[in-house]
């Protein structure tokens, strides 16, 4: 059972920057993919970005040029920096991981407003 617990949400002005934390444990088959996903309100649940099992990255079109996902391997950890932040960035921020089977976190709100 893999546990993934974040942090570094919050609320920030428009054009601001947040970096959220993702630390994994508990995994015993070793976790591939990490990555975040976010949910408005009132809407689906989509992809943010993502690191795959072979290193590739893909960014949601929305995001490209703003955020970056990085992972430290070693210690399981994903980071999404946030940059140039929007009010249409605002919504619950969910860390992702494959360890044979999906992991979600708890969510950590990111609220963009001036």
């Known amino acids: 059972q893999v546990q993934l617990v974040e942090s570094g949400g919050g609320l920030v002005q428009p054009g601001g920057s947040l970096r959220l934390s993702c630390a994994a444990s508990?995994?015993?088959?070793?976790?591939?993919?990490m990555g975040w996903y976010r949910q408005a309100p009132g809407k689906q649940r989509e992809l943010v970005a993502i690191?795959?099992?072979?290193?590739?990255?893909d960014y949601a079109d929305s995001v490209k040029g703003r955020f970056t996902i990085s992972r430290d391997n070693g210690e399981n950890t994903v980071y999404l920096q946030m940059t140039s932040l929007k009010a249409e960035d605002t919504a619950v921020y969910y860390c992702?991981?494959?360890?044979?089977?999906?992991?979600w976190g708890q969510g950590t709100q990111v609220a963009v407003s001036s």
């Open positions: 992702y991981a494959w360890a044979i089977g999906d992991y």
């Open positions: 690191i795959r099992s072979g290193g590739e990255i």
């Open positions: 508990g995994s015993r088959t070793g976790i591939s993919s």
